[in-house]
Structure formats: structure tokens, C-alpha cells
């Protein structure tokens, strides 16, 4: 059974870049080891740049969050026994509500890290080009990307707000984002005309079926799914009812 998540009520967010903490010789040695199992495995794995968080500190109304640039074989540092360091992930989704009311969520297609898992369109955080700072509008704006790239739909960032920031498996923090609500058949028809183009170029669609959820027990019926999407799923209606009331 999966841990539940934890949710931070902090109104503001702020990042504070930092070194990644030294390795062992043979740390290093055990995660690349690790690492090349894993893409002999899992062909989709690349190993690009990504953000680890390196810790959270809930100071009043503003969670203070620091991190690291890393790429993502620092991953398989999970599976070194008794390992000094051991890196979260950091990662934005998107909520993205249909007018007729439930949330949009999607299932990861085979050529993906995690096939088959459902989820609200989103993806890893990604570091700055050196010298820039990692901010709240950057993820704002690489969730308005993911929107984009998942399902097709594009949105303002400007019009994208911070719902919610959570923490979950292995410590990875989320940050999701709530969109504006877009008519359900839209959000279907964009998806299938992205989902077409991608298979065009030979590729594929990263969510290969999308469907709408309208409670929890709608989430419990997907075969497999993100450790915070039940949880995301049951506050979200919550609030919903709690302002209708």
C-alpha cells in the first residue's frame, strides 16, 4: 500500500539553489552501475538534467525549498544500500479541470519511465541555464509546456495558479498547478490531434489515453497511479463542494 502523501499549506514558494552533496567512490561507482541496469531495462530513460530537492523548510507562510542541479542517474543512488545521500525528485503537474465538471487525467504510453500510470499531465523539473535562478514562474511556465506537450491544450501561464505543493515517494516534492477549465470535448479533440501528429513523425503520444475523473472512487478504479493522485484527486472535490456550499 502506498504511503500517503503530505501536503504543505504554505502560501509562497521560494528556491534556493545548492551544491549536490559529495559522493564515495564507490557511491558513484554503485549509482552508474544501477543507472545502465536500468536503461537496459527501460530503453526510455535518458539521462538529462533535473532538479533535486535537497531538503524543505515550512517557515511560516513560506516553504522554503532547496535543490541541486543533478541529472537523472542520481536517481539510481535509491537503490545503493546505506547511501549518504539520497536524492528527491522535484516535479510539476497540471490539474486540469473540464466544464462539466472533474479533472482530466492521463496514462503514461509504453515508451515512457513509467508505463501504464495514471496521472495529471506534468513532468520533472528541469534546472536553469547556469548563472539563471530556479523561480516559481519557471515552473509555472515548464507546467504550461507539459500542458502542451501531453494533452495539447494550451494555457496561459499567467492564468496557471499554485494549488497545491506535496511530498510523497522517495521524498519527491510536486508542485501542481490548477488551470482554467476548458469544455471536456475540447481537451479530448486536442489530445487526439497531438496524439496523431506524434505518431505521424513516428513517435508517440507521452499519455496514450486520456479520461475524466469525477471522484475518488473513479481514481480507484485505474489499474495503477501516481502516489499523489488519490489524495490530489480527494482535496480537489473537496474544495469543490466546500465552495458550492
Not at 511556465?141 to 511530498?167: F, K
Amino acid at each position: 500500500m502506498t504511503d500517503p502523501v503530505e501536503f504543505f499549506d504554505a502560501r509562497a514558494l521560494r528556491l534556493v539553489e545548492a551544491p549536490i552533496p559529495p559522493l564515495s567512490t564507490e557511491e558513484r561507482t554503485a549509482m552508474d552501475r544501477f543507472w545502465d541496469e536500468s536503461v537496459a531495462l527501460q530503453p526510455a530513460l535518458f539521462d538529462g538534467p533535473a532538479v533535486a530537492c535537497l531538503g524543505v523548510e515550512n517557515a511560516g507562510a513560506e516553504l522554503l525549498l532547496s535543490w541541486a542541479r543533478v541529472t537523472y542517474r542520481y536517481r539510481a543512488l535509491r537503490r545503493v544500500e546505506s547511501c549518504s545521500w539520497l536524492p528527491a525528485s522535484v516535479f510539476v503537474t497540471v490539474l486540469q479541470p473540464v466544464t462539466e465538471g472533474g479533472l482530466v487525467v492521463g496514462r503514461s504510453s509504453s515508451a515512457t519511465a513509467y508505463p501504464g500510470r495514471w496521472g495529471t499531465p506534468g513532468g520533472s523539473a528541469e534546472p536553469p541555464a547556469e548563472g539563471e535562478v530556479l523561480d516559481l514562474a519557471g515552473l509555472r511556465r515548464h507546467a504550461a509546456q507539459e500542458l502542451v506537450e501531453e494533452i495539447g491544450v494550451v494555457a496561459d501561464p499567467e492564468d496557471m495558479t499554485v494549488w497545491a505543493v506535496t511530498r510523497g515517494e522517495h521524498g519527491n516534492i510536486g508542485v501542481h498547478f490548477l488551470a482554467p477549465a476548458a469544455p471536456t470535448a475540447l481537451v479530448l479533440k486536442h489530445h487526439e490531434v497531438l496524439a496523431e501528429a506524434e505518431r505521424t513523425r513516428g513517435a508517440g503520444p507521452e499519455l496514450d489515453r486520456l479520461t475524466v475523473v469525477r471522484s475518488v472512487e473513479n481514481v480507484k478504479s485505474l489499474a495503477s497511479t501516481a502516489d499523489f493522485l488519490p489524495q490530489v484527486v480527494a482535496r480537489y472535490f473537496q474544495q469543490q463542494a466546500a465552495s458550492r456550499a
